[in-house]
């Protein structure tokens, strides 16, 4: 949880959590388009949801 707003560039960050993201067969993110370039590498396939909250 945060409490700015933000984007996830790249697998760095779940790193700095004390999670390595390369043991998960599945990691799910709530980020527009901005993750592709720094995730590219580590995903088979990616899949993308809408949600709207109206």
Not at 2 to 16: A, G, K, Y
Not at 18 to 34: C, V
Not at 37 to 51: E, S
Request: with cysteine; glycine share 4%; proline share 4%.
């Amino acid at each position: 949880m945060i409490s700015v707003r933000t984007q996830t560039f790249d697998p760095e960050i779940i790193s700095l959590t004390g999670i390595n993201p390369l043991d998960y067969k599945i990691i799910a993110l709530k980020s527009s388009q901005h993750f592709r370039a720094g995730f590219q590498d580590l995903a088979k396939k990616n899949h993308y949801c809408r949600f709207s909250w109206t």
